[in-house]
Nanobody, 118 residues
Framework: QVQLVESGGGLVQPGGSLRLSCAASGFTFSTYAMSWYRQAPGKERELVAQITPITLVANYADSVKSRFTISRDNSKNTVSLQMNNLKPEDTAMYYC???????????WGQGTQVTVSS
């Protein structure tokens, strides 16, 4: 049974930090690119960051570059998103996603809420 379980969301003041984690199970984690997406109320879901499975190359949305860092641990089947200098516009539900293009397979987590407010 495939599972992606996000954790670490919460309420934080502007300028603060949060670390999101996603624990994966039920599939071969090291063969999947892992991503974080977010969706704010009334907006489309958007890609925040992605990391490749072996070479660990990371890519970021322009809006989070230099503030967010994605990382993964293939030995623990986890992917994390360190978010610094958070802004109110970062408020959204954050989702973890696993993708494997050659098998056209992808999985989503249930999401964790991040709210940035004073």
């Amino acid at each position: 049974q495939v599972q992606l379980v996000e954790s670490g969301g919460g309420l934080v003041q502007p300028g603060g930090s949060l670390r999101l984690s996603c624990a994966a199970s039920g599939f071969t984690f090291s063969t999947y690119a892992m991503s974080w997406y977010r969706q704010a109320p009334g907006k489309e879901r958007e890609l925040v960051a992605q990391i490749t499975p072996i070479t660990l190359v990371a890519n970021y949305a322009d809006s989070v570059k230099s503030r967010f860092t994605i990382s993964r641990d293939n030995s623990k089947n986890t992917v994390s998103l360190q978010m610094n200098n958070l802004k109110p516009e970062d408020t959204a539900m954050y989702y973890c996603k696993a993708d494997r293009s050659w098998s056209n397979t992808n999985y989503w987590g249930q999401g964790t809420q991040v709210t940035v407010s004073s």
